[in-house]
């Protein structure tokens, strides 16, 4: 039996949180060295004891060559601290990671990029850097900068380029050099729809070929399409390994029960983040209980999002499948104060009764900044379209859609109607 591409035995990464590392080295030494002297600290900060996280914890498996394998998890899951360790751009604390073959990893937009050479030049050095000889690299040039769709700035320095152009470089290069294994993070998400369609059937173009992928996203319907397996990950360590359909289940039951970030939870954080304060269907009306047909209020405090951000909504059933998703792109508005109230409302709830849950993410410049997967639960009960009752997604689906009938009869049907007609149009003539 041959082995596995990817192996790993009990996996761990432990960080130290505390005084140190949170200064420069300098600063850190200097501390250290009065601590260990007794001379007393100018303008030293308040102690405060370390803090030992275990940000993977026993992870175990194993990865069989042309496996599509995706990851998933919340934030601060472990999936990065994962990928990284897999990468080898970190070492684990305890266990090993065994790779076999050659590895593309795509984790950060443009991180292994020159922002002073141009597209093309950063073409053969990252080439160079995943081992490939110039002359492989100068045969695939064309198809890479193709795929990337920047051929009017292939010879531009890359410090101009826009976030979506970086991403589509570093994804041609990173699938086009058919590496044994590749590492994909959430960086798809920068992308529009159209390119990350056509990233997701590169992938399976890719492992078609009996290249291995590791993929990580947030979007659970991108997951369980592409995927072949899916590993959930939760606190560090591994819940769920096997069908994408029942990991994904796992995963949904363990957030289900996850009680969404208030307000004064989320603002104690550093960075941006999001709350919902209240869905409602307008002032005065119950909150978390909405009835179909009739128009839905959600409204969420955000912080750290500044001018030319976004936020998007993501609604799931409870049997994990993504309704909508929808996005406040175009919006324009300003830069947000710490704790600003927004507000998305829908005229027209068409959506089938029953529970859903509410993710949402933000961006800026096309960049992910965060992504909680539950941020509010809330039920539709039951009403009426076109004065049909719609009470369950079984009959008729998850979605519905305003509508209306129209017949038109043809000639015969009409002169059967009334067959004096043309007896007295002839009389008429």
């Not at 850190?28 to 303008?43: E, H, I, M, S, Y």
């Not at 109230?341 to 410049?365: H, K, N, V």
Request: with cysteine; net charge positive; hydrophobic share 40%.
């Amino acid at each position: 039996m041959a082995r596995p591409i990817i192996e790993v035995e009990n996996l761990g990464k432990l960080y130290r949180l505390g005084e140190y590392g949170a200064k420069s080295a300098v600063e850190d030494f200097n501390l250290f060295f009065c601590r260990l002297t007794g001379r007393p600290v100018k303008q030293a900060p308040r102690l405060r004891p370390a803090e030992r996280i275990w940000a993977l914890k026993n992870v175990s498996f194993g990865v069989t060559q042309g496996e599509i394998v995706g990851i998933i998890g919340g934030n601060g899951a472990g999936k990065s601290t994962l990928l990284k360790i897999l990468s080898r751009i970190t070492e684990p604390t305890e266990g090993q990671a065994v790779l076999r073959g050659k590895v593309s990893s795509l984790l950060e937009v443009g991180a292994a990029f020159h922002p002073y050479l141009s597209g093309r030049e950063n073409v053969f050095i990252n080439a160079a850097l995943l081992g490939m000889p110039s002359s492989v690299t100068k045969k695939k040039l064309s198809d890479i900068l193709s795929f990337a769709e920047i051929g009017d700035f292939a010879d531009t320095p890359t410090k101009r380029y826009s976030t979506g152009m970086r991403v589509r470089l570093a994804f041609a290069i990173a699938a086009y050099l058919e590496p044994d294994i590749l590492i994909v993070d959430e960086v798809l998400a920068v992308g529009d729809e159209r390119f990350q369609r056509k990233c997701l059937g590169k992938m399976s173009d890719v492992a078609q070929h009996g290249r291995t992928i590791l993929f990580v996203s947030h979007d659970l319907a991108a997951v369980q399409h592409l995927c072949t397996r899916v590993i959930a990950i939760r606190k560090g360590q591994v819940i769920a390994d096997g069908r994408p359909s029942e990991s994904i289940q796992k995963y949904l039951a363990t957030i289900a029960d996850d009680k969404p970030v208030s307000v004064q939870e989320a603002s104690s954080k550093n960075g941006p983040w999001i709350s919902v304060t209240h869905i409602s269907q307008g002032p005065g009306t119950v909150e978390n209980l909405l009835m179909f047909g009739k128009q839905a209020h959600i409204t969420f405090n955000v912080h750290g999002l500044g001018a030319g951000g976004r936020v998007t909504l993501e609604i799931y059933h409870e049997s994990g499948a993504l309704v909508s998703r929808f996005s406040s792109q175009g919006c324009n508005f300003e830069t947000l104060e710490p704790g600003a109230s927004l507000t998305c409302i829908m005229d027209e709830l068409l959506i089938t009764p029953g529970r859903y849950r509410l993710a949402a993410g933000l961006f800026m410049q096309g960049v992910l900044l965060h992504h909680q997967e539950n941020v509010a639960s809330f039920d539709i009960r039951a009403g009426y379209l076109n004065g049909h009752r719609i009470s369950s997604y079984r009959e008729s689906g998850y979605v519905h859609f305003g509508h209306r009938w129209e017949l038109e009869k043809s000639k015969t049907q009409m002169e059967m109607a009334n067959p004096r007609t043309e007896r007295y149009e002839k009389e008429l003539t």
